[in-house]
């Protein structure tokens, strides 16, 4: 399989909540992650020296001012483009302060790749409550990015061991979430994963779309919004030449997709997604694995699919193969969006 040379594809990487994993898991993660591409960590230096310090890893810090000179550091070493956000420094604690610096690293990173300056976004997770305590209006990292870009269609697939999932909406109630389930807004879901399957290297992606109800709504018998929203939109779609089927059962469908029925399928909220994507991934026992992608934006972003895990954080004990995945993933969509043959 040919791909760009990882000397050519330049990637931020946002360090995340500075008292979560996310230091830790790139500080575990470099020596994977540099024979893919040449990252450059987006963060603070104290909380990454500390997090080279309780993983006992062997790997140096060096500040940069631009990407651009990340080319020329050695690969044993992190390039750091250091902000100066984090002063007193904590492991595993909820604080306002953490969220704004968090926040700070992707604002950064979002003006690097407008600018080009960097190929894509690798992102550590962030806190939720941290970042709303920092004053932030969205949920996430991907209402922010779409904001950032102005973005109108864009939706979050995750990807694990074959298996890929998007949404119809995220991290909204599930009173909500419900309500939300419009044609038009599954219609627009369909085609940005048609896209991004597309420039996943899957020339002629096949669609599974699930249903909202038990059953598919059985006929109408368990509800109306299968019948009346989600098949008129898989109708649309099908006339648009997009081979996707649905609305199908929720309880077999991502069995039919993991089997490899399906490229994907399109869920209609977070959890019915995000539960057969972290089944798979978060096998007990096992190395945490799995992709988020950002689809339907002008830059590349990818992230772990894992927390902040405030529980474990400052032990050196994280896992960071969900961190390793993510680059591979986000190095492979640059490839295809500069027209490499990564197919």
């Known amino acids: ?44 230096e104290p909380v990454l020296e500390a997090a080279i310090d309780v993983c006992e890893a062997d790997v140096g810090l060096q500040r940069i001012d631009t990407p651009a000179e990340a080319t020329a550091v050695d690969r044993s070493v992190l390039p750091l483009l250091d902000l100066a956000n984090v002063s007193d420094h904590r492991w595993g604690v909820v604080d306002a302060a953490f969220g704004r610096a968090s926040l700070a690293y992707v604002e950064r990173a979002i003006e690097l790749a407008l600018e080009g300056a960097i190929d894509a976004i690798v992102t550590a997770p962030i806190n939720k409550q941290a970042t709303r305590a920092a004053g932030s209006e969205h949920a996430g990292h991907t209402g922010l990015l779409a904001a950032r870009t102005n973005t109108e269609r864009y939706s979050m697939m995750l990807i694990a061991h074959g298996l890929r999932v998007t949404h119809v909406s995220t991290h909204v109630p599930l009173r909500e979430a419900c309500a939300l389930v419009e044609t038009d807004r599954v219609v627009e879901t369909i085609h940005v994963t048609h896209g991004a399957l597309r420039e996943l290297g899957i020339d002629a992606p096949t669609i599974a779309v699930a249903g909202l109800n038990p059953h598919a709504g059985d006929d109408r018998l368990l509800g109306t919004e299968d019948a009346d929203e989600i098949a008129p939109a898989v109708a649309q779609v099908r006339d648009a030449e997009i081979d996707a089927v649905g609305p199908i059962s929720p309880d077999t469908v991502y069995v039919r997709a993991a089997a490899g029925e399906f490229d994907c399928v399109v869920s209609m909220y977070h959890d019915q997604g995000h539960i057969p994507i972290k089944m798979l991934g978060f096998s007990a026992g096992e190395a945490v694995s799995g992709v988020n992608v950002t689809i339907g934006l002008p830059i590349v972003r990818t992230s772990v699919d894992h927390g902040t895990a405030f529980d474990i954080a400052g032990q050196g004990v994280a896992d960071a193969t969900s961190m390793v995945d993510a680059v591979e993933v986000a190095a492979r969509l640059v490839g295809v969006r500069r027209g490499g043959s990564d197919r």
């Open 1 to 44: 399989m040919s791909r760009q040379n990882p000397e050519d594809v330049i990637v931020g990487i946002t360090m995340g909540d500075p008292s979560g994993i996310g230091p830790e898991v790139i500080v575990q993660a470099h020596e994977r992650i540099r024979q893919h591409v040449v990252p450059v960590v987006i963060g603070d």
